[in-house]
Protein backbone atom coordinates (compact mmCIF):
# COMPACT_ATOMS: atom_id res chain seq x y z
CA UNK A 1 0.00 0.00 0.00
CA UNK A 2 1.61 3.17 -1.02
CA UNK A 3 0.74 5.90 1.87
CA UNK A 4 3.63 8.00 2.54
CA UNK A 5 4.98 10.74 4.85
CA UNK A 6 4.15 12.99 1.98
CA UNK A 7 0.43 12.25 1.90
CA UNK A 8 0.06 12.32 5.37
CA UNK A 9 1.17 16.15 5.52
CA UNK A 10 -1.09 17.00 2.47
CA UNK A 11 -3.91 15.41 4.78
CA UNK A 12 -2.94 17.31 7.57
CA UNK A 13 -2.12 20.45 5.50
CA UNK A 14 -5.64 21.62 5.82
CA UNK A 15 -5.67 22.54 9.57
CA UNK A 16 -3.77 25.62 11.83
CA UNK A 17 -0.26 24.71 12.46
CA UNK A 18 -0.18 24.53 15.92
CA UNK A 19 -2.71 21.07 15.32
CA UNK A 20 -1.02 20.12 12.40
CA UNK A 21 1.88 19.91 14.85
CA UNK A 22 0.19 17.96 17.18
CA UNK A 23 -1.78 15.88 15.22
CA UNK A 24 1.40 14.99 13.32
CA UNK A 25 3.04 13.02 16.12
CA UNK A 26 -0.35 10.43 17.01
CA UNK A 27 0.35 9.13 13.36
CA UNK A 28 2.72 6.54 12.27
CA UNK A 29 3.19 5.20 8.93
CA UNK A 30 4.49 1.27 10.43
CA UNK A 31 8.22 1.13 9.34
CA UNK A 32 10.13 -1.66 10.66
CA UNK A 33 13.33 -0.25 9.43
CA UNK A 34 13.16 1.80 12.44
CA UNK A 35 12.37 -0.15 15.50
CA UNK A 36 11.83 2.33 18.04
CA UNK A 37 8.81 4.61 16.11
CA UNK A 38 7.62 6.89 18.75
CA UNK A 39 4.02 7.68 19.04
CA UNK A 40 2.41 10.30 21.07
CA UNK A 41 -0.66 9.03 23.03
CA UNK A 42 -2.68 9.88 26.19
CA UNK A 43 -2.26 13.51 25.99
CA UNK A 44 -5.33 15.96 26.10
CA UNK A 45 -7.46 16.51 23.64
CA UNK A 46 -7.53 19.24 20.43
CA UNK A 47 -10.76 21.47 21.23
CA UNK A 48 -13.62 21.50 18.75
CA UNK A 49 -11.61 18.61 16.72
CA UNK A 50 -14.42 15.92 17.12
CA UNK A 51 -12.91 13.54 18.97
CA UNK A 52 -14.34 10.08 20.17
CA UNK A 53 -13.19 10.07 23.38
CA UNK A 54 -15.25 9.83 26.70
CA UNK A 55 -14.38 10.81 30.44
CA UNK A 56 -12.68 9.70 33.55
CA UNK A 57 -16.47 9.30 34.61
CA UNK A 58 -17.15 7.10 32.30
CA UNK A 59 -13.68 4.57 32.12
CA UNK A 60 -14.38 3.97 35.65
CA UNK A 61 -18.22 3.41 36.08
CA UNK A 62 -18.97 2.99 32.58
CA UNK A 63 -16.20 0.42 32.08
CA UNK A 64 -14.45 -1.03 35.21
CA UNK A 65 -16.44 -0.40 37.97
CA UNK A 66 -20.30 -0.55 36.84
CA UNK A 67 -20.46 -4.25 35.48
CA UNK A 68 -19.92 -5.58 38.99
CA UNK A 69 -23.65 -7.07 39.03
CA UNK A 70 -24.11 -7.27 43.06
CA UNK A 71 -23.45 -3.31 43.86
CA UNK A 72 -25.65 -0.43 43.38
CA UNK A 73 -23.48 2.32 41.64
CA UNK A 74 -24.78 5.63 42.42
CA UNK A 75 -23.72 7.87 40.24
CA UNK A 76 -23.21 11.60 41.99
CA UNK A 77 -24.49 14.26 39.55
CA UNK A 78 -26.78 16.13 37.10
CA UNK A 79 -28.69 13.22 35.62
CA UNK A 80 -27.41 13.22 32.20
CA UNK A 81 -24.36 11.11 33.13
CA UNK A 82 -26.15 8.70 34.46
CA UNK A 83 -28.62 8.10 32.27
CA UNK A 84 -26.47 8.31 29.02
CA UNK A 85 -24.63 4.99 31.01
CA UNK A 86 -27.84 3.33 31.30
CA UNK A 87 -27.71 0.12 30.00
CA UNK A 88 -25.47 1.38 26.52
CA UNK A 89 -22.74 -0.82 27.44
CA UNK A 90 -23.66 -4.68 27.08
CA UNK A 91 -22.05 -5.85 30.06
CA UNK A 92 -24.50 -8.78 30.60
CA UNK A 93 -24.64 -10.46 34.18
CA UNK A 94 -26.29 -12.95 35.52
CA UNK A 95 -27.50 -14.06 39.18
CA UNK A 96 -27.73 -17.41 40.93
CA UNK A 97 -29.31 -15.04 43.34
CA UNK A 98 -32.23 -12.53 41.51
CA UNK A 99 -32.04 -10.30 44.39
CA UNK A 100 -28.29 -9.69 43.48
CA UNK A 101 -28.02 -8.67 39.90
CA UNK A 102 -28.67 -4.95 39.39
CA UNK A 103 -27.13 -4.34 36.42
CA UNK A 104 -30.02 -2.98 34.81
CA UNK A 105 -30.74 -0.47 37.17
CA UNK A 106 -29.94 3.67 37.02
CA UNK A 107 -29.28 4.86 40.18
CA UNK A 108 -28.55 8.84 40.50
CA UNK A 109 -28.75 12.15 42.97
CA UNK A 110 -30.10 13.62 40.22
CA UNK A 111 -28.56 17.01 41.31
CA UNK A 112 -30.20 19.93 40.93
CA UNK A 113 -29.46 24.01 41.24
CA UNK A 114 -29.85 23.81 44.91
CA UNK A 115 -27.78 20.93 45.36
CA UNK A 116 -24.66 22.89 43.17
CA UNK A 117 -25.10 25.73 45.61
CA UNK A 118 -25.67 24.19 48.59
CA UNK A 119 -23.57 21.12 48.08
CA UNK A 120 -24.96 17.64 47.40
CA UNK A 121 -23.84 15.67 50.49
CA UNK A 122 -26.89 15.19 52.37
CA UNK A 123 -28.57 14.49 49.44
CA UNK A 124 -26.02 11.00 48.99
CA UNK A 125 -26.46 10.24 52.00
CA UNK A 126 -30.32 10.08 51.98
CA UNK A 127 -30.08 8.34 48.77
CA UNK A 128 -27.37 5.66 50.21
CA UNK A 129 -29.88 4.90 53.05
CA UNK A 130 -32.54 4.56 50.82
CA UNK A 131 -31.22 1.73 48.26
CA UNK A 132 -30.02 0.17 51.08
CA UNK A 133 -33.22 -0.35 52.54
CA UNK A 134 -35.01 -1.01 49.37
CA UNK A 135 -32.36 -3.19 47.35
CA UNK A 136 -29.62 -4.54 50.55
CA UNK A 137 -26.70 -4.82 48.24
CA UNK A 138 -23.51 -6.42 49.00
CA UNK A 139 -21.65 -2.90 48.64
CA UNK A 140 -22.57 0.30 47.18
CA UNK A 141 -20.18 2.64 44.93
CA UNK A 142 -20.26 6.63 44.29
CA UNK A 143 -19.08 7.68 41.31
CA UNK A 144 -18.70 11.08 41.06
CA UNK A 145 -19.44 13.26 37.71
CA UNK A 146 -17.94 16.65 36.53
CA UNK A 147 -19.49 19.00 39.06
CA UNK A 148 -18.83 17.26 42.34
CA UNK A 149 -15.17 17.99 42.64
CA UNK A 150 -15.72 21.78 41.61
CA UNK A 151 -17.89 22.07 44.09
CA UNK A 152 -16.24 20.02 46.87
CA UNK A 153 -18.54 17.79 48.06
CA UNK A 154 -16.61 15.02 50.08
CA UNK A 155 -17.94 11.67 48.70
CA UNK A 156 -15.57 9.86 51.02
CA UNK A 157 -16.40 11.18 54.32
CA UNK A 158 -19.98 10.74 52.95
CA UNK A 159 -19.09 6.96 52.09
CA UNK A 160 -17.77 6.46 55.52
CA UNK A 161 -20.21 7.66 57.78
CA UNK A 162 -22.94 5.69 55.27
CA UNK A 163 -20.45 2.37 56.11
CA UNK A 164 -20.73 2.87 59.58
CA UNK A 165 -24.62 3.43 59.77
CA UNK A 166 -25.38 0.67 57.73
CA UNK A 167 -22.15 -2.15 58.14
CA UNK A 168 -22.33 -2.22 54.06
CA UNK A 169 -19.20 -1.50 51.99
CA UNK A 170 -19.32 2.12 50.41
CA UNK A 171 -16.48 3.01 47.86
CA UNK A 172 -16.17 6.48 46.80
CA UNK A 173 -14.89 6.63 43.33
CA UNK A 174 -13.50 10.38 42.66
CA UNK A 175 -13.67 9.82 38.91
CA UNK A 176 -14.63 13.72 37.68
CA UNK A 177 -15.42 13.55 34.12
CA UNK A 178 -12.63 16.15 33.53
CA UNK A 179 -9.96 13.88 35.20
CA UNK A 180 -6.92 13.26 33.19
CA UNK A 181 -7.86 13.92 29.14
CA UNK A 182 -9.86 10.74 28.57
CA UNK A 183 -11.65 7.22 29.97
CA UNK A 184 -8.25 5.89 30.78
CA UNK A 185 -7.90 8.14 33.77
CA UNK A 186 -11.33 6.71 35.22
CA UNK A 187 -9.79 3.06 34.61
CA UNK A 188 -6.31 4.15 36.81
CA UNK A 189 -9.14 5.34 39.17
CA UNK A 190 -11.28 1.93 39.43
CA UNK A 191 -7.92 -0.04 40.18
CA UNK A 192 -6.77 2.24 42.40
CA UNK A 193 -9.90 1.67 44.75
CA UNK A 194 -10.83 -1.88 44.16
CA UNK A 195 -6.99 -3.10 45.00
CA UNK A 196 -7.42 -1.32 47.88
CA UNK A 197 -10.59 -1.35 49.32
CA UNK A 198 -11.85 -5.01 47.63
CA UNK A 199 -9.39 -7.53 46.57
CA UNK A 200 -8.06 -9.37 49.26
CA UNK A 201 -10.61 -8.22 51.80
CA UNK A 202 -12.36 -12.25 52.25
CA UNK A 203 -10.39 -13.91 55.01
CA UNK A 204 -9.99 -17.41 52.52
CA UNK A 205 -6.11 -18.02 51.58
CA UNK A 206 -6.81 -20.84 49.03
CA UNK A 207 -8.40 -21.07 45.90
CA UNK A 208 -11.45 -23.67 46.03
CA UNK A 209 -9.56 -25.70 43.18
CA UNK A 210 -6.96 -26.88 40.83
CA UNK A 211 -5.25 -24.25 38.33
CA UNK A 212 -6.94 -21.11 40.05
CA UNK A 213 -6.79 -18.10 37.64
CA UNK A 214 -8.67 -14.40 37.72
CA UNK A 215 -9.59 -12.91 34.30
CA UNK A 216 -8.71 -9.62 34.06
CA UNK A 217 -10.07 -7.01 31.91
CA UNK A 218 -12.67 -9.02 30.13
CA UNK A 219 -16.62 -6.98 30.62
CA UNK A 220 -18.10 -9.64 29.20
CA UNK A 221 -19.42 -7.77 26.24
CA UNK A 222 -22.33 -9.77 24.26
CA UNK A 223 -21.44 -12.63 26.85
CA UNK A 224 -17.32 -12.40 25.93
CA UNK A 225 -16.87 -13.74 29.30
CA UNK A 226 -19.17 -16.65 29.54
CA UNK A 227 -17.88 -17.86 26.21
CA UNK A 228 -14.35 -17.77 27.43
CA UNK A 229 -15.34 -19.54 30.65
CA UNK A 230 -17.19 -22.48 28.86
CA UNK A 231 -13.87 -23.19 27.15
CA UNK A 232 -11.76 -22.73 30.52
CA UNK A 233 -13.87 -24.44 32.79
CA UNK A 234 -13.79 -27.18 30.46
CA UNK A 235 -10.17 -27.81 30.38
CA UNK A 236 -10.34 -27.70 34.17
CA UNK A 237 -9.51 -24.31 35.48
CA UNK A 238 -11.08 -23.37 38.37
CA UNK A 239 -11.99 -18.98 37.63
CA UNK A 240 -11.70 -17.02 40.93
CA UNK A 241 -13.27 -13.92 39.70
CA UNK A 242 -13.36 -12.12 36.46
CA UNK A 243 -12.83 -8.50 36.31
CA UNK A 244 -15.02 -7.12 35.92
CA UNK A 245 -17.67 -9.07 33.27
CA UNK A 246 -20.44 -10.88 35.19
CA UNK A 247 -18.31 -10.13 38.45
CA UNK A 248 -19.33 -9.56 41.53
CA UNK A 249 -17.89 -7.56 44.71
CA UNK A 250 -18.17 -11.03 46.43
CA UNK A 251 -15.71 -12.67 44.33
CA UNK A 252 -13.76 -10.19 43.64
CA UNK A 253 -12.48 -10.38 47.25
CA UNK A 254 -11.36 -13.31 46.93
CA UNK A 255 -9.23 -12.47 43.89
CA UNK A 256 -5.76 -12.75 46.28
CA UNK A 257 -6.28 -16.59 46.02
CA UNK A 258 -5.54 -17.11 42.29
CA UNK A 259 -2.49 -18.93 40.83
CA UNK A 260 -2.20 -16.55 38.02
CA UNK A 261 -4.08 -13.70 36.40
CA UNK A 262 -5.06 -13.29 32.78
CA UNK A 263 -4.67 -10.26 31.12
CA UNK A 264 -7.19 -9.49 28.19
CA UNK A 265 -7.77 -5.81 28.28
CA UNK A 266 -4.42 -4.19 28.85
CA UNK A 267 -5.00 -0.79 29.17
CA UNK A 268 -7.98 -1.08 31.80
CA UNK A 269 -6.32 -3.44 34.40
CA UNK A 270 -2.83 -3.82 34.14
CA UNK A 271 -2.58 -1.22 37.35
CA UNK A 272 -4.21 -4.22 39.43
CA UNK A 273 -2.38 -7.01 37.43
CA UNK A 274 0.90 -4.99 38.90
CA UNK A 275 0.22 -4.74 41.93
CA UNK A 276 -1.62 -8.60 42.51
CA UNK A 277 1.87 -9.23 41.44
CA UNK A 278 3.54 -7.03 44.01
CA UNK A 279 1.23 -8.11 47.06
CA UNK A 280 0.60 -11.59 46.46
CA UNK A 281 3.09 -12.94 44.14
CA UNK A 282 0.79 -13.38 41.46
CA UNK A 283 2.16 -13.41 37.81
CA UNK A 284 0.09 -12.01 35.08
CA UNK A 285 0.19 -13.45 31.37
CA UNK A 286 -1.27 -11.28 28.25
CA UNK A 287 -4.18 -13.35 26.71
CA UNK A 288 -6.10 -12.44 23.46
CA UNK A 289 -9.39 -14.56 23.49
CA UNK A 290 -10.10 -12.91 19.99
CA UNK A 291 -10.14 -15.44 16.90
CA UNK A 292 -9.47 -19.05 16.86
CA UNK A 293 -5.32 -18.62 16.68
CA UNK A 294 -5.59 -16.04 19.52
CA UNK A 295 -7.90 -18.35 21.21
CA UNK A 296 -5.81 -21.07 20.72
CA UNK A 297 -2.28 -19.65 21.78
CA UNK A 298 -3.20 -17.87 25.20
CA UNK A 299 -5.10 -21.70 26.30
CA UNK A 300 -1.45 -22.92 25.13
CA UNK A 301 0.66 -20.25 26.77
CA UNK A 302 -1.41 -20.84 29.89
CA UNK A 303 -1.18 -24.90 29.67
CA UNK A 304 2.58 -23.84 29.73
CA UNK A 305 2.69 -21.22 32.39
CA UNK A 306 1.07 -24.58 34.74
CA UNK A 307 3.19 -27.30 33.48
CA UNK A 308 0.93 -30.04 34.14
CA UNK A 309 0.84 -32.93 31.76
CA UNK A 310 -3.10 -33.47 32.41
CA UNK A 311 -4.09 -29.99 31.51
CA UNK A 312 -2.08 -29.83 28.53
CA UNK A 313 -2.97 -33.12 27.08
CA UNK A 314 -7.09 -31.42 28.03
CA UNK A 315 -6.22 -28.44 26.52
CA UNK A 316 -4.77 -29.48 23.35
CA UNK A 317 -8.29 -32.05 23.11
CA UNK A 318 -10.55 -28.88 23.60
CA UNK A 319 -9.03 -26.82 20.99
CA UNK A 320 -8.59 -30.10 18.38
CA UNK A 321 -12.52 -30.01 19.31
CA UNK A 322 -13.50 -26.50 19.19
CA UNK A 323 -11.63 -26.06 16.15
CA UNK A 324 -13.25 -28.94 14.32
CA UNK A 325 -16.58 -27.75 14.91
CA UNK A 326 -15.84 -24.37 13.98
CA UNK A 327 -13.43 -23.75 11.35
CA UNK A 328 -14.79 -25.80 8.25
CA UNK A 329 -17.86 -22.45 8.86
CA UNK A 330 -15.68 -20.19 9.48
CA UNK A 331 -13.62 -21.57 6.15
CA UNK A 332 -16.76 -21.07 4.33
CA UNK A 333 -17.34 -17.32 5.84
CA UNK A 334 -14.02 -16.63 4.86
CA UNK A 335 -14.44 -16.90 1.46
CA UNK A 336 -16.58 -13.97 1.22
CA UNK A 337 -14.33 -11.84 3.07
CA UNK A 338 -11.37 -12.80 1.68
CA UNK A 339 -8.35 -10.03 0.00
CA UNK A 340 -10.86 -7.10 1.36
CA UNK A 341 -9.47 -3.86 4.00
CA UNK A 342 -10.61 -2.54 7.31
CA UNK A 343 -10.16 0.08 9.43
CA UNK A 344 -10.05 -0.54 12.68
CA UNK A 345 -10.10 2.22 15.16
CA UNK A 346 -11.47 0.68 18.78
CA UNK A 347 -10.35 2.10 22.69
CA UNK A 348 -7.80 0.92 23.84
CA UNK A 349 -7.55 -2.94 23.17
CA UNK A 350 -9.82 -4.13 20.49
CA UNK A 351 -7.70 -1.88 17.89
CA UNK A 352 -5.20 -4.60 17.74
CA UNK A 353 -7.22 -7.87 19.55
CA UNK A 354 -9.55 -7.99 16.48
CA UNK A 355 -6.31 -7.45 13.59
CA UNK A 356 -6.02 -11.11 14.31
CA UNK A 357 -9.43 -12.10 13.39
CA UNK A 358 -9.53 -10.34 10.48
CA UNK A 359 -6.45 -12.13 9.04
CA UNK A 360 -8.23 -15.24 9.69
CA UNK A 361 -10.77 -13.93 7.22
CA UNK A 362 -8.85 -12.91 4.78
CA UNK A 363 -8.71 -9.51 5.48
CA UNK A 364 -5.88 -6.49 6.24
CA UNK A 365 -6.46 -4.40 8.90
CA UNK A 366 -5.06 -0.97 6.85
CA UNK A 367 -5.37 1.52 9.77
CA UNK A 368 -5.50 0.99 13.44
CA UNK A 369 -5.90 2.76 16.50
CA UNK A 370 -6.62 3.81 19.49
CA UNK A 371 -9.08 6.45 21.12
CA UNK A 372 -7.37 5.96 24.63
CA UNK A 373 -4.31 4.18 24.95
CA UNK A 374 -0.44 4.83 26.46
CA UNK A 375 1.96 4.47 24.56
CA UNK A 376 2.95 1.38 25.91
CA UNK A 377 -0.19 -0.15 24.23
CA UNK A 378 0.91 0.80 21.05
CA UNK A 379 4.82 0.50 21.54
CA UNK A 380 5.32 -2.07 24.20
CA UNK A 381 5.75 -2.58 27.60
CA UNK A 382 9.59 -1.71 27.37
CA UNK A 383 8.84 2.06 26.49
CA UNK A 384 6.78 2.34 30.52
CA UNK A 385 10.10 3.52 31.95
CA UNK A 386 10.56 6.88 29.05
CA UNK A 387 7.11 8.01 29.42
CA UNK A 388 6.59 11.13 30.86
CA UNK A 389 3.19 12.11 33.16
CA UNK A 390 2.56 15.28 31.31
CA UNK A 391 0.36 18.15 34.16
CA UNK A 392 -2.81 16.55 33.13
CA UNK A 393 -2.62 13.51 33.73
CA UNK A 394 -0.99 14.04 37.55
CA UNK A 395 -4.09 14.77 39.27
CA UNK A 396 -4.64 10.42 38.85
CA UNK A 397 -3.49 9.11 42.12
CA UNK A 398 -0.44 6.08 41.85
CA UNK A 399 -1.31 3.55 44.20
CA UNK A 400 1.71 1.84 45.61
CA UNK A 401 1.56 -1.75 47.43
CA UNK A 402 3.72 -3.42 49.21
CA UNK A 403 4.46 -7.25 49.86
CA UNK A 404 1.93 -9.00 52.13
CA UNK A 405 3.87 -10.73 53.83
CA UNK A 406 1.28 -13.27 55.39
CA UNK A 407 -0.33 -13.56 51.78
CA UNK A 408 2.43 -13.60 49.69
CA UNK A 409 3.22 -17.08 48.06
CA UNK A 410 5.98 -17.70 44.83
CA UNK A 411 3.65 -19.74 42.77
CA UNK A 412 6.47 -20.33 40.38
CA UNK A 413 9.89 -20.32 41.00
CA UNK A 414 12.20 -17.05 40.04
CA UNK A 415 14.25 -19.54 37.58
CA UNK A 416 11.35 -21.00 36.19
CA UNK A 417 9.56 -17.62 35.58
CA UNK A 418 12.59 -16.59 33.84
CA UNK A 419 12.42 -19.74 32.14
CA UNK A 420 8.82 -19.12 31.24
CA UNK A 421 9.09 -15.72 30.30
CA UNK A 422 11.17 -16.57 26.93
CA UNK A 423 7.86 -18.18 26.18
CA UNK A 424 4.92 -16.76 26.92
CA UNK A 425 4.11 -13.21 27.28
CA UNK A 426 4.57 -13.40 31.23
CA UNK A 427 4.57 -9.31 32.49
CA UNK A 428 4.93 -8.62 28.88
CA UNK A 429 2.42 -7.15 26.18
CA UNK A 430 4.68 -6.07 22.65
CA UNK A 431 1.37 -3.82 21.77
CA UNK A 432 -0.06 -3.12 18.98
CA UNK A 433 2.36 -1.99 16.24
CA UNK A 434 4.44 -4.88 16.59
CA UNK A 435 1.92 -6.90 14.69
CA UNK A 436 1.42 -4.32 12.21
CA UNK A 437 2.79 -4.42 8.86
CA UNK A 438 5.26 -1.70 6.85
CA UNK A 439 2.91 0.93 5.32
CA UNK A 440 -0.30 0.25 7.28
CA UNK A 441 -1.35 3.45 9.57
CA UNK A 442 -1.59 3.99 13.14
CA UNK A 443 -3.54 7.08 14.60
CA UNK A 444 -3.99 8.01 17.99
CA UNK A 445 -7.10 9.87 19.24
CA UNK A 446 -8.78 9.34 15.11
CA UNK A 447 -10.79 12.51 14.86
CA UNK A 448 -13.96 13.27 12.34
CA UNK A 449 -11.87 15.22 9.72
CA UNK A 450 -8.75 12.10 9.78
CA UNK A 451 -11.75 9.52 9.64
CA UNK A 452 -13.49 11.15 6.36
CA UNK A 453 -9.67 11.92 4.77
CA UNK A 454 -7.82 7.99 5.24
CA UNK A 455 -11.56 6.88 4.07
CA UNK A 456 -11.23 8.60 0.70
CA UNK A 457 -7.71 7.84 0.67
CA UNK A 458 -7.49 4.42 1.66
CA UNK A 459 -11.05 3.38 0.16
CA UNK A 460 -11.65 0.62 3.45
CA UNK A 461 -14.47 -2.25 2.67
CA UNK A 462 -14.80 -2.69 6.29
CA UNK A 463 -14.46 0.44 9.06
CA UNK A 464 -14.51 -1.00 12.70
CA UNK A 465 -15.24 1.67 15.36
CA UNK A 466 -18.11 2.77 17.55
CA UNK A 467 -21.92 3.94 17.63
CA UNK A 468 -20.42 7.91 16.82
CA UNK A 469 -18.78 7.19 13.35
CA UNK A 470 -20.44 4.07 12.48
CA UNK A 471 -23.57 6.45 10.19
CA UNK A 472 -21.04 8.86 9.08
CA UNK A 473 -19.48 5.71 7.23
CA UNK A 474 -22.02 3.35 6.22
CA UNK A 475 -24.00 6.92 4.58
CA UNK A 476 -20.33 6.57 2.50
CA UNK A 477 -20.90 3.27 1.37
CA UNK A 478 -18.75 1.47 3.30
CA UNK A 479 -19.61 -1.24 5.97
CA UNK A 480 -19.16 -0.50 9.60
CA UNK A 481 -18.97 -2.82 12.40
CA UNK A 482 -18.97 -1.86 15.75
CA UNK A 483 -16.40 -3.10 17.89
CA UNK A 484 -17.49 -1.74 21.48
CA UNK A 485 -21.48 -2.68 21.34
CA UNK A 486 -20.85 -5.54 18.24
CA UNK A 487 -24.13 -4.06 16.64
CA UNK A 488 -25.94 -5.87 19.97
CA UNK A 489 -24.56 -9.03 18.31
CA UNK A 490 -22.19 -11.34 20.44
CA UNK A 491 -20.38 -12.63 21.53
CA UNK A 492 -17.35 -12.15 19.17
CA UNK A 493 -14.69 -14.00 21.96
CA UNK A 494 -13.44 -17.85 21.85
CA UNK A 495 -14.52 -20.86 19.68
CA UNK A 496 -18.00 -19.50 19.27
CA UNK A 497 -17.55 -15.84 19.27
CA UNK A 498 -15.44 -16.11 16.52
CA UNK A 499 -17.97 -17.94 14.48
CA UNK A 500 -19.86 -15.45 15.54
CA UNK A 501 -18.10 -12.39 14.09
CA UNK A 502 -16.89 -14.08 11.22
CA UNK A 503 -20.68 -14.78 10.03
CA UNK A 504 -20.95 -10.68 10.74
CA UNK A 505 -18.72 -9.39 9.37
CA UNK A 506 -19.67 -11.80 5.92
CA UNK A 507 -23.20 -10.72 6.52
CA UNK A 508 -22.05 -7.29 6.29
CA UNK A 509 -20.21 -7.67 3.18
CA UNK A 510 -23.03 -9.97 1.57
CA UNK A 511 -25.92 -7.70 2.35
CA UNK A 512 -27.71 -6.47 -0.87
CA UNK A 513 -28.41 -3.20 0.46
CA UNK A 514 -24.72 -2.04 -0.56
CA UNK A 515 -26.30 -2.66 -4.49
CA UNK A 516 -28.94 0.07 -3.87
CA UNK A 517 -26.99 3.39 -2.75
CA UNK A 518 -27.18 4.61 -6.61
CA UNK A 519 -30.24 5.29 -7.95
CA UNK A 520 -30.75 3.56 -11.18
CA UNK A 521 -31.37 6.37 -13.08
CA UNK A 522 -27.80 7.77 -12.33
CA UNK A 523 -26.03 4.91 -13.75
CA UNK A 524 -28.31 3.42 -16.16
CA UNK A 525 -30.70 6.05 -18.03
CA UNK A 526 -34.05 4.79 -18.09
CA UNK A 527 -34.71 6.65 -21.47
CA UNK A 528 -33.24 5.60 -24.85
CA UNK A 529 -33.14 8.17 -27.72
CA UNK A 530 -31.67 7.98 -31.32
CA UNK A 531 -30.07 10.60 -33.18
CA UNK A 532 -33.40 11.71 -35.75
CA UNK A 533 -31.50 11.55 -39.28
CA UNK A 534 -30.30 14.89 -40.58
CA UNK A 535 -31.56 16.53 -37.71
CA UNK A 536 -27.59 15.95 -36.02
CA UNK A 537 -28.86 16.41 -32.33
CA UNK A 538 -29.83 13.53 -29.17
CA UNK A 539 -33.76 13.55 -28.62
S1 LIG B 1 -17.65 14.67 31.15
FE1 LIG B 1 -18.63 15.14 33.14
S2 LIG B 1 -20.73 15.66 32.59
FE2 LIG B 1 -19.88 14.55 30.82
S3 LIG B 1 -20.43 12.38 31.16
FE3 LIG B 1 -18.38 12.71 32.04
S4 LIG B 1 -18.79 13.17 34.20
FE4 LIG B 1 -20.73 13.46 33.12
Redesign the pocket.
Same mark, same amino acid.
Given at each position: MAFTEEKLQELLSILPDKVKKARKKHILVKDSSQPDQIIEANTRTIPGIITNRG /?A??GCKGVVVGPLKDMIHIVH =?PV =? /?SYYTWGTRRNKAKSEDPTQNFINYCVTTDMQEKDIVFGGEKKLAKLIDEVVEIFKPKAISINA? /?PVGLIGDDINAVAKSAEERHGVPVLAFSC? =??KGVSQSAGHHIANNILMDKVIGASDKEEAPGRYAINILGEYNIGGDAWEIERVLKDIGYTIVSTMTGDGSYEELRHAHTADLNLVQCHRSINYIAEMLEIKYGTPWVKVNFIGVEGMSQSLRDMATYFDDEELTRKTEEVIAREVARVQPMIDQYRKVCEGKTAFCFVGGSRGHHYQGMYRELGIETVLAGYEFAHRDDYEGRHVIPTIKTDADSKNIPELHVNRDEKRFRVKVSPEKLEELKKKIPLSEYKGMNFDMQDGYIIVDDLNHYETDEFIKLLKPDIFSSGIKDKYVVQKMGIPAKQLHSYDYSGPYAGFNGALNFARDIAMSFATPTWNFIVPPWQDQPLLEGKMAEGEGKAC
Amino acid at each position: MAFTEEKLQELLSILPDKVKKARKKHILVKDSSQPDQIIEANTRTIPGIITNRG /CAYAGCKGVVVGPLKDMIHIVH =GPV =G /CSYYTWGTRRNKAKSEDPTQNFINYCVTTDMQEKDIVFGGEKKLAKLIDEVVEIFKPKAISINAT /CPVGLIGDDINAVAKSAEERHGVPVLAFSCE =GYKGVSQSAGHHIANNILMDKVIGASDKEEAPGRYAINILGEYNIGGDAWEIERVLKDIGYTIVSTMTGDGSYEELRHAHTADLNLVQCHRSINYIAEMLEIKYGTPWVKVNFIGVEGMSQSLRDMATYFDDEELTRKTEEVIAREVARVQPMIDQYRKVCEGKTAFCFVGGSRGHHYQGMYRELGIETVLAGYEFAHRDDYEGRHVIPTIKTDADSKNIPELHVNRDEKRFRVKVSPEKLEELKKKIPLSEYKGMNFDMQDGYIIVDDLNHYETDEFIKLLKPDIFSSGIKDKYVVQKMGIPAKQLHSYDYSGPYAGFNGALNFARDIAMSFATPTWNFIVPPWQDQPLLEGKMAEGEGKAC
